[in-house]
T-cell receptor, first 115, second 115 residues
Framework: DVKVTQSSRYLVKRTGEKVFLECVQD?????MFWYRQDPGLGLRLIYF???????EKGDIPEGYSVSREKKERFSLILESASTNQTSMYLC??????????????FGPGTRLTVL | AQSVTQPDIHITVSEGASLELRCNYS??????LFWYVQSPGQGLQLLLK??????LVQGIKGFEAEFKRSQSSFNLRKPSVHWSDAAEYFC?????????????FGDGTTLTVKP
């Protein structure tokens, strides 16, 4: 089974702190994604990566950056956390399929609270 | 750009009753369609997917979905709901993107099961 793990299930940080959310997948997937999930807003894509050191902005990249130094690991960085970044963060990975057959495998999520 | 609409934010059904969750998509080409389920406090899990071929697809946990091109719909069904089916359900459409298998998600439908 594909396994996607996230470094923390719950995280509490203070406004202005630098926050790192880590995601690791064990199935050699090319694609990795970071979403945030808020009630009534569904899943919104923050960033995705299709290869090591390659990244593209999603729909809501402002206030976030990412890093992918190794294929299995994709980090989400909040440079200066703000209260409006309190949310559930979901990481996902998928195998590269140039015809779009691209089901995603999700981690359990990190619930981040910024005080 | 593709989009997904789940018209029902919240549905309540009695245990043992049938279920249908609606999903409408907008996409200019042949869509790649998915249904995911999210149990409370968990990440998303793939229920089923449509790529091509038979328009009625079977998934895990007794779910099925039917692709109807003329109606741009991909509704999820289950003949008899169990209490453990209470969760949030997301419909998604995948893109034909050679850089990454991005998906666009609907806002989700929360299913409550009455005893």
């Amino acid at each position: 089974d594909v396994k996607v793990t996230q470094s923390s299930r719950y995280l509490v940080k203070r406004t202005g702190e630098k926050v790192f959310l880590e995601c690791v997948q064990d199935m050699d997937h090319e694609n990795m994604f970071w979403y945030r999930q808020d009630p009534g807003l569904g899943l919104r894509l923050i960033y995705f990566s299709y290869d090591v050191k390659m990244k593209e902005k999603g729909d809501i990249p402002e206030g976030y950056s990412v890093s992918r130094e190794k294929k299995e690991r994709f980090s989400l960085i909040l440079e200066s956390a703000s209260t409006n970044q309190t949310s559930m963060y979901l990481c996902a990975s998928s195998l590269f399929m140039d015809r779009g057959w691209n089901e995603q495998f999700f981690g359990p999520g990190t619930r981040l609270t910024v005080l | 750009a593709q989009s997904v609409t789940q018209p029902d934010i919240h549905i309540t059904v009695s245990e043992g009753a049938s279920l249908e969750l609606r999903c409408n998509y907008s996409y200019g080409a042949t869509p790649y369609l998915f249904w995911y389920v999210q149990s409370p406090g968990q990440g998303l899990q793939l229920l089923l997917k449509y790529f091509s071929g038979d328009t009625l697809v079977q998934g895990i946990k007794g779910f099925e979905a039917e692709f109807k091109r003329s109606q741009s719909s991909f509704n999820l069904r289950k003949p008899s709901v169990h209490w453990s089916d209470a969760a949030e359900y997301f419909c998604a459409v995948g893109t034909l993107n050679t850089n990454a298998g991005k998906s666009t998600f609907g806002d989700g439908t929360t299913l409550t099961v009455k005893p």
